[in-house]
């Protein structure tokens, strides 16, 4: 495993920094990074719908062309595939050794076997956001369903 060389930065939905986190790139292209990181956050985070553990490896997706990123999430110790979290968030920044992404409050959790649910519908609808915002990030979720439904892109099934 390689030396983290990068950092990621969640800002809140006004750009300030919530927090940020080490990471590892993966992949680049002209409109986007791939990098790997190890969740720290907490011992254990259950959240009813999975649960993340220290250690659980995120493969983590930014675009800077798309409302949205994708994490993809394997369990600690080699027990396989959680699912994949999708933030919600205005097109990521990403610069030589960070990224930074605003996140708007709205997420998708996708099983491995496809299943999708939409979370944080309240905080969402509380942000004080604009029409064409909204609309975006409205657009970008049923994009993230519709390609969950599918079984296509990021969550096809995995080996």
Not at 84 to 107: F, G, K, M
């Amino acid at each position: 495993m390689s030396q983290p060389d990068f950092t990621v930065r969640k800002l809140d939905h006004t750009g300030r920094e919530v927090f940020s986190y080490p990471g590892t790139v993966l992949e680049r292209t002209a409109t986007s990074v791939t990098i790997e990181a190890f969740f720290s956050r907490y011992d254990r985070l259950e959240l009813g719908y999975t649960v993340f553990e220290r250690g659980d490896r995120f493969i983590e997706h930014f675009f800077s062309d798309r409302w949205y990123n994708i994490f993809e999430i394997y369990a600690v110790g080699g027990q396989g595939l959680r699912g994949w979290y999708c933030n919600l968030t205005r097109p990521a920044v990403i610069y030589d050794h960070e990224v930074s992404a605003v996140d708007l409050a709205l997420d998708v959790w996708v099983d491995p076997l496809g299943q999708a649910q939409v979370l944080d519908e309240a905080e969402f609808a509380a942000l004080a956001l604009s029409a064409d915002e909204s609309r975006a990030v409205r657009a970008a979720c049923d994009e993230l369903l519709r390609l969950a439904a599918q079984r296509a892109g990021p969550f096809g099934p995995k080996e």
